[in-house]
Every structure is written in structure tokens, then in C-alpha cells.
């Protein structure tokens, strides 16, 4: 009877021994090079995609395969290359306003390159926009006229011809026929010439029940820039509103808003609902016709020379920066007001005035971060505000409170992950925590103890996943 226990007990034990033993990964050399000659024959193909995803799996069966890893490299940079053509090429088919191709080439390039970021974009970018689009303007396509003809015509620029293309599908924005009726989409918040009453609704909704503000613009005037005169001065002298210089800006097509110069035409749109302070002034109405600063007309010497000498100076160009900048302080508009007193700073580093308003605006950017739970951009705008001065006694306070915050919220988040088993975002949080201050708390105990176990449950399921294999 004792030796049967005996015996069992050994029995046991040996069960307990080999249960906890950790299986062995073994190698599948043999699987690795059926891999490897798979993505031969997809290579002698020319399908260098398929070539690449064999040579990947090779190597991630057998890691220390260099004839993979060295395949797997020069094959990836050979379609990050082929990507980059196709991208190239259908950026020019979009410029010609030729989608259909444009669309093709993109996709290609994409297949080469799943992460080719531009092509992604040009995918979504203008969708993205149109997909907005709630209401529309019909026009019956009359002799003469293009899409470019008509985005002057109804948005005051002929470069938005885009959105009337790919609102109406066109697969080539050149070809359109008198008589076609086209759709004028109406984009929400840019200026459209057309009276409400034109304004349709794919629903058959009233427009004016629908939300999403509609700025139709009656007609409008053309000004001259003259010396000291900047866009929100023009704001103000037509519509007793600074702040509306952005309507300006949409209908002229402006990227920068102080890029305005002495003897530049300018039009001011009269936008319905808003008060329009242009007595006296001829208004006008779009032509279906490009803007006159794509007639090139070559100039005498004589005429070149009175165009530089009235080329504003560059304290003129300073000063319109710096006061657009105090403008959009004043409007707690922080982010953008910087971005104004930088290019004042970049051409006079010493502007006193300027380097104090400077100072003010990253500090309060950096309030209105820190507000965000943003705390290290926050940081970077009080240690940013301690540049241009020196004696901002809250700023290292803010800093400390910044990076304490930050430690905080990460390490709490990676508990909450450890918690619920989530050790891969557990791990995530506090490595940032861990980058900033190693030793914060017990951070650096938690994750070893996070990628142990990790490490022990992937080990677990690959070789469950080889088990099955064989």
C-alpha cells in the first residue's frame, strides 16, 4: 500500500514538473524556406507586394534568415519608390482636373504603400468636405463656360473648381457640355455669390431650416490697399467689425492673412445679413472669367521700377504683423496671434514690444492647454514664455504643476489598463510616465512587472499557434 502511494505521488509530482515547464519555441527552418521560395516565384512575377509579405513571414518564422530580412528591406524600398511615382503621377492627373486617373494612381500608390500619408489624404481630404455639403445651387452649363469659369463665377476663385467636380462625380472636371445642368455645391461658413432664393436642398428642405451657417454674398467692391491698411482695418471700415476680416479672406482666396500689400486690389463682399459700408463705391458682380492676376502682361522697365518703389517697407510689413497679432491676443485667439508676433520677431529679434506680447500669449496658451489636460504642450509654452521673460515668476510654478499632472493622470490610466488585463496600453502609459520620471511612484516596478507577464502570455500563444501548424 505505502509503495502504490509512493508511486503516485512520483507520478504526480512529474505531472506538476513537466506542467509548469515553459514548452519549448522550436525553430521551423523548414518553414521558413517555403516561405522564402514562395516569395521567389511572386518576385520573378513582378508582384513584389505578395514577394514582400512571403519574405516578412519568413522572417518572422525563422528571425535569423538573412537572405529574408536583406529581401525583405530591398524590396520595401523598392515599392516605397514605385508608391512615390504613382503619387507624383496622380497629383498631376488632379491638377488637370482629371479625378478618374487621379483616383487610380493614388490607390496605387497606397497598395505600394499602405502608409503613404499624401495619398491618403488626397483620398479623403476633398470627400471629407463634400460629404458636408447640404445644399446646392443648379446651373444649366451655358457656351463658353468650364467648372473653373464657374467657381469664379459663384466662390470669387477659380482654383475651388474641385468641389463643384467632385460634389457632381465628374471623372474629368475639363468635360462638361453646354446644357448639362451642374450642381454648385454651398459649403458652410465660405462666401458663395447667389441670392438664398437660388439655394436648393437635396431633401427638399427650406435651406434656411437646416443647420450650418450660409454666407451668400450679394455683390462686392474692389478696394486698393493703401500704406498702414491691413485686412482687419478693411473689416472694420466696411463692416464696423474687425474680427469679420476672415470673411475677406475666404472670398479672395487668401492663405495668409498679412500677406496684403500697398496697391493690391482687394474685393470686399457684401455678405447678405451683415451691414455693408460702401457708399459712394461701384459694386460689382463675379465674372465668369479668371482673375486678372493671371493675364501676364509684360511691363517696360519704367512701369517695373514705379511697382518697387511702391512696394511697402518692411517696418509697414512689421507693424501690420505686430497690431493683427494684438488684435487676435486681445480676441484670446493665442495659437494664432504667436504665429503673427514670430514673423515680426523673425525680422527684428529685439522688437521690445512685440517680445512682450510674446511672452503673455504662450503663457496664456499655455493656460488654455494645461485646461485641455494637454500638459506637456502646456509645459512647453510656460518654459517657451520664460525665453521672453526671464522674471514670469508663475511659470516655473506651472511647469512643476504641468509635469506632476501628466505623471499623474498617465500612471492612474496605466493601473486602470493593468487592471482590466490590458497589458499592452498598461505598459504605453507608463512608459511616458516613466520617459519623464523614472522614479515617480513604484512605475518602474509596475512595468517590469507588466512586460513579464507580456512576455510569458505571447510566448503562451505562439506556441499554442505552432502546435496547431504542425
Same mark, same amino acid.
Given at each position: 500500500?505505502?509503495?502504490?502511494?509512493g508511486?503516485?505521488?512520483?507520478?504526480?509530482l512529474?505531472?506538476?514538473?513537466?506542467?509548469?515547464?515553459?514548452?519549448?519555441?522550436?525553430?521551423?527552418?523548414?518553414?521558413?524556406?517555403?516561405?522564402?521560395a514562395?516569395?521567389?516565384?511572386?518576385?520573378?512575377?513582378?508582384?513584389?507586394i505578395?514577394?514582400?509579405?512571403?519574405?516578412r513571414?519568413?522572417?518572422?518564422?525563422?528571425?535569423?534568415?538573412?537572405?529574408?530580412?536583406?529581401?525583405?528591406?530591398?524590396?520595401?524600398?523598392?515599392l516605397?519608390?514605385r508608391?512615390?511615382?504613382?503619387?507624383?503621377?496622380?497629383?498631376?492627373f488632379?491638377?488637370?482636373?482629371?479625378?478618374?486617373?487621379a483616383?487610380?494612381?493614388?490607390?496605387?500608390?497606397?497598395?505600394?504603400?499602405?502608409?503613404?500619408?499624401?495619398?491618403?489624404?488626397?483620398?479623403?481630404?476633398?470627400?471629407?468636405?463634400?460629404?458636408?455639403?447640404?445644399?446646392?445651387?443648379?446651373?444649366?452649363?451655358?457656351?463658353?463656360?468650364?467648372?473653373?469659369?464657374? $467657381?469664379?463665377? %459663384? !466662390?470669387? &476663385?477659380?482654383? @475651388?473648381?474641385?468641389? /463643384?467636380?467632385?460634389? =457632381?462625380? *465628374? +471623372?474629368? #472636371?475639363?468635360?462638361?457640355?453646354?446644357?448639362?445642368?451642374?450642381?454648385?455645391?454651398?459649403?458652410?461658413?465660405?462666401?458663395?455669390?447667389?441670392?438664398?432664393?437660388?439655394?436648393?436642398?437635396?431633401?427638399?428642405?427650406?435651406?434656411?431650416?437646416?443647420?450650418?451657417?450660409?454666407?451668400t454674398?450679394?455683390?462686392?467692391?474692389?478696394?486698393?490697399?493703401?500704406?498702414?491698411?491691413?485686412?482687419s482695418?478693411l $473689416?472694420?471700415? %466696411? !463692416?464696423g &467689425?474687425?474680427? @469679420?476680416?476672415?470673411? /475677406?479672406?475666404k472670398? =479672395?482666396? *487668401? +492663405?495668409d #492673412?498679412?500677406?496684403?500689400?500697398?496697391?493690391q486690389?482687394?474685393?470686399?463682399?457684401?455678405?447678405?445679413?451683415?451691414?455693408?459700408?460702401?457708399?459712394?463705391?461701384?459694386?460689382e458682380?463675379?465674372?465668369?472669367?479668371?482673375?486678372?492676376?493671371?493675364?501676364?502682361?509684360?511691363?517696360?522697365?519704367?512701369?517695373?521700377?514705379?511697382?518697387?518703389?511702391?512696394?511697402p517697407?518692411?517696418?509697414?510689413?512689421? $507693424?501690420n504683423?505686430?497690431?493683427?497679432?494684438?488684435?487676435?491676443?486681445?480676441n484670446?485667439?493665442?495659437?494664432?496671434?504667436?504665429?503673427?508676433?514670430?514673423?515680426?520677431?523673425?525680422?527684428n529679434?529685439?522688437?521690445?514690444?512685440?517680445?512682450?506680447?510674446?511672452?503673455?500669449?504662450?503663457?496664456?496658451?499655455?493656460?488654455v492647454?494645461?485646461?485641455?489636460?494637454?500638459?506637456?504642450?502646456?509645459?512647453?509654452?510656460?518654459?517657451?514664455?520664460?525665453d521672453?521673460?526671464?522674471?514670469?515668476?508663475?511659470?516655473?510654478?506651472?511647469?512643476?504643476?504641468?509635469?506632476?499632472?501628466?505623471k499623474?493622470?498617465?500612471?492612474?490610466k496605466?493601473?486602470?489598463?493593468?487592471?482590466?488585463?490590458?497589458?499592452?496600453?498598461?505598459i504605453?502609459?507608463?512608459?511616458l510616465?516613466?520617459?519623464?520620471?523614472?522614479?515617480?511612484?513604484?512605475?518602474?516596478?509596475?512595468?517590469?512587472?507588466?512586460?513579464?507577464?507580456?512576455?510569458?502570455?505571447?510566448?503562451i500563444k505562439?506556441?499554442?499557434?505552432?502546435?496547431?501548424?504542425?
Amino acid at each position: 500500500m505505502k509503495n502504490k502511494r509512493g508511486i503516485i505521488g512520483v507520478v504526480i509530482l512529474l505531472i506538476v514538473i513537466v506542467g509548469c515547464a515553459q514548452p519549448a519555441v522550436k525553430r521551423r527552418p523548414d518553414l521558413a524556406e517555403q516561405y522564402t521560395a514562395k516569395a521567389a516565384e511572386y518576385e520573378a512575377r513582378g508582384d513584389l507586394i505578395e514577394a514582400l509579405e512571403q519574405y516578412r513571414l519568413a522572417v518572422t518564422v525563422d528571425p535569423e534568415n538573412q537572405l529574408a530580412q536583406e529581401k525583405s528591406v530591398e524590396i520595401e524600398q523598392e515599392l516605397n519608390e514605385r508608391a512615390e511615382k504613382h503619387y507624383e503621377a496622380g497629383l498631376e492627373f488632379h491638377q488637370k482636373g482629371q479625378y478618374g486617373e487621379a483616383r487610380k494612381e493614388f490607390l496605387m500608390a497606397l497598395r505600394c504603400n499602405p502608409d503613404h500619408a499624401e495619398a491618403k489624404d488626397m483620398l479623403t481630404s476633398a470627400s471629407k468636405e463634400i460629404e458636408q455639403v447640404r445644399r446646392f445651387i443648379p446651373h444649366i452649363i451655358q457656351p463658353g463656360e468650364t467648372i473653373s469659369t464657374l $467657381a469664379d463665377r %459663384y !466662390y470669387g &476663385d477659380y482654383r @475651388k473648381f474641385h468641389l /463643384i467636380a467632385e460634389y =457632381n462625380e *465628374l +471623372e474629368d #472636371a475639363t468635360k462638361v457640355t453646354v446644357g448639362e445642368e451642374i450642381k454648385i455645391p454651398v459649403l458652410e461658413g465660405m462666401p458663395i455669390m447667389a441670392a438664398p432664393g437660388e439655394i436648393q436642398t437635396e431633401t427638399g428642405e427650406a435651406p434656411e431650416s437646416m443647420p450650418g451657417e450660409i454666407i451668400t454674398v450679394k455683390s462686392y467692391v474692389t478696394h486698393t490697399v493703401q500704406p498702414g491698411e491691413s485686412l482687419s482695418k478693411l $473689416a472694420q471700415m %466696411y !463692416y464696423g &467689425d474687425y474680427k @469679420k476680416f476672415d470673411l /475677406i479672406v475666404k472670398f =479672395n482666396g *487668401l +492663405e495668409d #492673412a498679412t500677406s496684403v500689400q500697398f496697391g493690391q486690389q482687394i474685393r470686399i463682399p457684401e455678405v447678405d445679413g451683415f451691414p455693408f459700408l460702401a457708399e459712394g463705391k461701384a459694386r460689382e458682380t463675379i465674372q465668369a472669367e479668371p482673375p486678372e492676376s493671371l493675364v501676364k502682361v509684360e511691363k517696360t522697365p519704367s512701369e517695373k521700377k514705379a511697382v518697387v518703389e511702391e512696394q511697402p517697407t518692411v517696418e509697414d510689413q512689421l $507693424a501690420n504683423y505686430r497690431e493683427l497679432g494684438i488684435e487676435l491676443f486681445e480676441n484670446k485667439q493665442y495659437a494664432e496671434a504667436i504665429s503673427e508676433f514670430d514673423k515680426v520677431l523673425n525680422a527684428n529679434p529685439k522688437d521690445a514690444v512685440t517680445r512682450e506680447y510674446l511672452a503673455k500669449s504662450h503663457f496664456q496658451q499655455g493656460l488654455v492647454l494645461f485646461n485641455k489636460e494637454d500638459y506637456l504642450a502646456a509645459r512647453g509654452e510656460f518654459e517657451t514664455t520664460l525665453d521672453y521673460d526671464t522674471t514670469c515668476d508663475k511659470c516655473e510654478e506651472n511647469i512643476k504643476k504641468c509635469e506632476e499632472m501628466y505623471k499623474n493622470a498617465h500612471y492612474d490610466k496605466g493601473l486602470s489598463h493593468f487592471e482590466n488585463e490590458e497589458l499592452a496600453d498598461a505598459i504605453r502609459e507608463w512608459e511616458l510616465v516613466d520617459a519623464l520620471d523614472p522614479t515617480y511612484k513604484d512605475v518602474d516596478k509596475n512595468l517590469k512587472k507588466a512586460r513579464t507577464l507580456q512576455e510569458r502570455l505571447e510566448k503562451i500563444k505562439r506556441s499554442k499557434k505552432k502546435d496547431s501548424q504542425e
